[in-house]
């Protein structure tokens, strides 16, 4: 080979090192954003829907926590919410509940509330304690009350 052809070739592969850094960086920052967007969602332990809100009410009586809220195709009965769908289990066992429960995916764009679910989930993962698991739970209900569907 002559230098020529070395310059060449040490020429190319500059080229490919700062254009394969540069399409890397882009593939980045896009799996960034796209993580930051799925950091928004959390899941609802929904325990029924009901079109009567009186037949809701004989239903959660025994409920220690929950809320509810009105849509169009009736009354929403949330008994838990988290960012960690593998703690369903965990917080249907510490209510003791024998229905089923369906996860419901929401988004919420709440830092503030997005931060404080993130320290009970923890707190949750951390503990097998029931008392501990359903005070979080009445908490992180509570806060969600306070600073998601006030302020709709």
Do not use: C, R
């Not at 899941?43 to 809320?67: A, C, H, P, R, S």
């Not at 965990?90 to 996860?103: M, S």
């Amino acid at each position: 080979m002559n230098k020529n052809s070395i310059k060449y070739v040490i020429i190319a592969i500059l080229i490919g090192t700062i254009l394969g850094k540069y399409v890397f960086n882009q593939y980045k920052n896009e799996s960034m954003k796209a993580m930051a967007i799925n950091e928004n969602y959390v899941y609802m332990l929904q325990y029924g829907v009901y079109i009567d809100e009186n037949n809701m009410k004989e239903n959660t009586k025994n409920l220690k926590n929950f809320f509810y809220y009105s849509m169009n195709d009736g009354f929403h009965v949330i008994i838990g919410i988290t960012k960690k769908p593998e703690l369903k289990e965990k917080i249907i066992n510490a209510y003791d509940i024998k229905n089923d429960i369906y996860l419901k995916k929401i988004e919420v764009n709440n830092d503030e509330f997005i931060k404080l679910l993130d320290q009970y989930d923890n707190l949750i993962s951390k503990t097998n304690d029931n008392d501990v698991i359903t005070a979080s739970q009445k908490q992180i209900l509570s806060k969600y009350q306070e600073i998601i569907l006030e302020n709709e």
